[in-house]
């Protein structure tokens, strides 16, 4: 099982960027993909991005192609996500997952461990 520690949120205006930060522990993370996935009120989680063991293949939803970027450091058991050009509409609580599922079309699913989670709000 991991245990996974998201940081990195807060409250910035439209275009600005964040980096969230997810830091693992409690099994390999090396070996396994590991993913992003955000909550945002009255809707259900949805995928963000995800990124396979070695770093070599990353995958993002539709909406954040182009503008986020997920990375990976297993020699820090740490995974990334640089969030740039950021809309209202990427408000949400971003949870770190693993090992997430997938790709089966242009989406992952959620693995069995996740984050506290950690909140991201743009203002327009």
């Known amino acids: 099982q991991l245990q996974l520690v998201e940081s990195g949120g807060g409250l910035v205006q439209a275009g600005e960027s964040l980096k969230l930060s997810c830091v693992a522990s409690?099994?390999?993370?090396?070996?396994?993909?590991m993913g992003w996935f955000r909550q945002s009120p009255g809707k259900e989680r949805e995928f963000v991005a995800a990124?396979?063991?070695?770093?070599?293949?990353?995958y993002y939803s539709d909406s954040v192609k182009g503008r986020f970027n997920i990375s990976r450091d297993n020699a820090m058991n740490t995974m990334y996500l640089q969030m740039n050009d950021l809309k209202p509409e990427d408000t949400a609580v971003y949870y770190c997952?693993?090992?997430?599922?997938?790709?089966?079309?242009?989406?992952?699913?959620?693995?069995?461990?996740w984050g506290q989670g950690t909140q991201v709000t743009v203002s327009s």
């Open positions: 409690g099994r390999a993370f090396s070996g396994i993909a």
């Open positions: 990124i396979t063991w070695s770093g070599a293949y990353q």
């Open positions: 997952n693993g090992p997430p599922q997938g790709p089966y079309g242009s989406t992952w699913y959620p693995g069995s461990d």
